[in-house]
C-alpha cells in the first residue's frame, strides 16, 4: 500500500510533466497549481479508499489465518497468541487510526503547501503511528512464518524413516 499511494502521487508530476494534448489544454484551463492541487485530492480519495478496502482485507485475512491455525493445525499458543495479536493490531488499525486520518487528510487537502497546522501535524504523526504498527505486524507475521517453516521441517525430518538401516 505504501509503494501504491506513494506512485499515485508521483503520477500526478508525471501526468503534469507530460499531458496528452488534450489533458493540457483541459489543465491550462486551471493553470499549473489548481490543476496539481484538484490532481493531489484526486489521488488522495483514491488512496483514501485504498487504505479502508485493505483495511478490511486484512482483517478477513487475519481472521482466516488465526482460523487455520486454531482449527486446522497443531500450533503452539505462543503462535496463535501472535495470529491474534497480528488480527487484533489489523482491526485496532482499520477502526481506530485509518477513519481518523481520512478524516484529517480531508481537512488538510487544499491548504497550502508550506503552512502549518494542527491537523497536518496530527495526520502526519498518526501516519507515523500507522507505518509503526504495519511494521510490528511485519515482524510478527515474520515471527509465525519462521515457526512455520522450522516446525514443518522437524515434522518431516521426524516422519522420515532413516536410510542408514
Avoid: C
Avoid at 484526486?42 to 478496502?53: A, G, H, K, L, P
Avoid at 482460523?67 to 497468541?81: D, I, Q
Amino acid at each position: 500500500m505504501v509503494m501504491v499511494a506513494t506512485q499515485n502521487f508521483r503520477s500526478v508530476d508525471r501526468l503534469l510533466a507530460k499531458p496528452s494534448i488534450l489533458a493540457a489544454q483541459q489543465l491550462g484551463k486551471l493553470g499549473p497549481g489548481p490543476a496539481r492541487a484538484l490532481l493531489r485530492y484526486q489521488v488522495s480519495e483514491q488512496n483514501r479508499w485504498y487504505f479502508e478496502t485493505w483495511g478490511f482485507a486484512e482483517i478477513i485475512l487475519g481472521v482466516a489465518l488465526f482460523s487455520v491455525l486454531l482449527f486446522g493445525s497443531t500450533e503452539t499458543k505462543f503462535t496463535l497468541l501472535l495470529s491474534l495479536l497480528m488480527l487484533l493490531i489489523a482491526l485496532a488499525q482499520r477502526l481506530l487510526l485509518t477513519p481518523e486520518i481520512v478524516a484529517l487528510g480531508r481537512l488538510i487537502d487544499f491548504l497550502p503547501t508550506g503552512v502549518a497546522s494542527a491537523e497536518r501535524a496530527r495526520f502526519w504523526m498518526l501516519h507515523t503511528v500507522f507505518s509503526g504498527v504495519e511494521v510490528l505486524k511485519w515482524v510478527l507475521g515474520l515471527i509465525i512464518t519462521v515457526k512455520l517453516l522450522f516446525r514443518t521441517r522437524r515434522r518431516v525430518q521426524a516422519t522420515t524413516p532413516d536410510k542408514s538401516t
